[in-house]
């Protein structure tokens, strides 16, 4: 089975401040990792994903996450953070079946 | 190309009644996944579908079932509504049956069960 923890419910940094999501796994088998964005009332649209070769992933819109194997985390991260960031964020695994499972998410606020 | 599609996008229902919910696809993809999402529990995986058949189901009761059509097409059904199953429900597809394949998520069904 595998699981999920992303630290912290919600996160507020400043407009130009780094942004840092945290997300641990627990996985018996190696994982899959993936990271989402939600804004309200939409669906999840994917940012980045981890499947195998290099453990620095780039994603869309500036974001990035590195796989630590030895800390089993995936954390998200981004330099800069812009007003249109605010959203809320899922670190999601897939290892050993077909599904996902996903944190409980992360509701990042960006204050100007 | 037109994304995943889910229909309706919002539904109120009453207690005990059923409700019909329906996900179409990205065109080519085989593979549809079932998700509800509440405030409380998160994203909770409920069920997923290839080929018309079911390949995988969450821990929720029997109350909530779901068919796949041979366009690919999905619906999920809940009979006798509880009011816990006040939720957003999101569909994903993805073209193959494979674990590192992103999955696109549809806008959801908002269901109120009053």
């Known amino acids: 089975a595998q699981s999920v923890t992303q630290l912290g419910s919600h996160v507020s940094v400043s407009e130009g401040a780094l942004v840092l999501l945290r997300c641990n796994y627990s996985?018996?088998?190696?994982?899959?990792l993936f990271w989402y964005v939600q804004y309200p009332n939409q669906g999840l649209q994917l940012l980045l994903k981890?499947?195998?070769?290099?453990?620095l992933v780039k994603g869309i819109n500036g974001f990035e996450a590195e796989f630590k194997k030895s800390e089993t985390s995936f954390h998200l991260t981004k330099p800069s953070a812009h007003m249109s960031d605010a959203a809320e964020y899922f670190c999601?695994?897939?290892?050993?079946?077909?599904?996902?499972?996903f944190g409980k998410g992360t509701k990042l606020s960006v204050i100007p | 190309k037109a994304g995943v599609t889910q229909t309706p996008r919002y539904l109120i229902k009453t207690r005990g009644q059923q409700v019909t919910l329906s996900c179409s696809p990205i065109?080519?993809?085989?593979?549809v996944s079932w998700y509800q999402q509440t405030p409380g529990q998160g994203l909770q995986f409920l069920f997923e579908?290839?080929?018309?058949?079911?390949?995988n189901k969450g821990n929720f009761p029997g109350r909530f079932s779901g068919r796949q059509f041979s366009n690919s097409r999905s619906e999920m059904n809940v009979s006798t509504l509880e009011l816990g199953d006040s939720a957003l429900y999101l569909c994903?597809?993805?073209?193959?049956?494979?674990?590192?394949?992103?999955?696109?998520f549809g806008q959801g069904t908002r269901l109120t069960v009053v």
């Open positions: 579908y290839f080929s018309e058949t079911q390949r």
């Open positions: 981890y499947t195998t070769g290099a453990t």
């Open positions: 999601a695994v897939g290892a050993g079946s077909y599904q996902l499972t």
């Open positions: 994903a597809s993805s073209p193959i049956l494979q674990r590192d394949t992103e999955a696109f």
């Open positions: 065109s080519g993809h085989r593979s």
């Open positions: 996985s018996s088998v190696p994982p899959y």
